[in-house]
DNA sequence: GTCTATAGGTAGATAGAC
DNA sequence: GTCTATCTACCTATAGAC
C-alpha cells in the first residue's frame, strides 16, 4: 500500500470510460491524460504504446471469462456443462459490466483482443463450444450466440444500468438459458 | 441509369466494411478513399463532411427497422405485437448484416445515430417497447434486450456468415422468441 | 467528377529537464 | 513520476485547376 494515489489504475478505469465513449481507436492518449489530469509523456510512464494500455484495460475481463469457461468444460454432462457456463457468464458480465460490451461491439477493442493470441487463447470460441453441445447443427449455435451476445450485450447497455446486480444476474441467466433451450425452473 | 458506375453507392459500401473493421471514429476519410482509388477530394465531392457518410451508411437500415417496429405497434394483442416485432427484426438483421452488429456495438456509430434524432426517432426505444409489452418488470426488460442484442449481435457475427440467409433467419427467430418467452411451434 | 496543393490541427511517440 | 518541447505522420477540410 502506497501513499500515492494509484494513478495507472486510475489511467485503466479512465481508458475504459472513454472506450465506452468514442471506441477504441476514437480514443487518442491526449483524451486519456487529459482526462487524468496529465500530460501524454505521464501516460508514457506507464504503457509504452496505446495498444499496450487497451491490453490492460480488458485482462482482467479476459481472465474471468476464461476462468468460467475453464469451469464449465469440466462438467461431464452437457446440461451441466451449458449451465456452469452461462451462470459464470452472467458473473463475468456483472463483473464488467461496461468492458464486455465493449469487448461485443467495438471493432477496435476485438483488433487488440484477437492481436495477442497468446493470452486470448480462443476463450470466445470455447465459450460458444460448450454452449453449442456435441450436436453442433446451425440451430444450435445460432442459439448459443444468441444467448452469450444477447447477455453480454444487455448486461453493459446503460439501459440496465438501474437493476441491481443480483436482479440483473437472475434475469440475464433467465433470458439466456431460455434462448438455449433449457429453461430455468422458479 | 447511368452508363458511370455508382461511386456513391460503392464509397458508402467501402465505408460500411472499413466501419466493421476499424470503427467509425478508427475510419478517416484518407482510409475511405485509398480503398475507393481516389483522392480525399473526390470523397469530399459526394459528403460535405464525415458524420454524413456514416448518417448515410445508417440510413437504410434505420428506415427498415423504423418500418418493422411501426408494423409491430399496429398489431392489437401483446402475443401479435412480439411476434410481428420479431419477425421484422429478423429480417433487417439479415437484410443488413453488418450494420445491425455496429449499430449496436459500435460507440462511434451509435453517436452518430444519437446525434441526428429526427431521422432516429427513439426507434430502439420504441421496439424495446413493444417486446417489454404491458408489464415492464426488470425480468421482461432484460428478456427484450437479450433477445434484440443476442439476434442483432449474432446477425453480424462474422462466425454465421456462412449460414444462408432462410437458415439464419429462421434460427434467429427460434433462439430470440425463446428469450422473450414465446417459443415458437415447429 | 476528379484532381493537386495546402492549410491548420491533432495523432503517436521520444528526449531530456526537474 | 511528471513535466516541456519536439519530431514525424496523419487527420479533416477547403480552394481552385482541369
Redesign the pocket.
Known sequence: M?E??D?RGRLLDTALGLYAEHGVEG?????I?DAL??????V???F????EIAHAVIEPGLRDLRAAVTAAEAQRRHGARVDTMLDGLADVIIRHRTLVRLFNGDPGLQRIVEASVREYGGVAERMIAVLVGPEPTPEARVAAFVAALGMSGTGGAPEVADLDDDQLRTALLDAGSRAVGRPRRR
Chains 1, 2 share one sequence.
Open positions: 502506497t500515492a494515489v494513478t480514443t487518442s492518449l491526449q483524451k491524460a489530469g496529465v500530460t501524454k509523456a505521464a508514457y510512464y506507464y509504452k504504446t496505446k495498444d
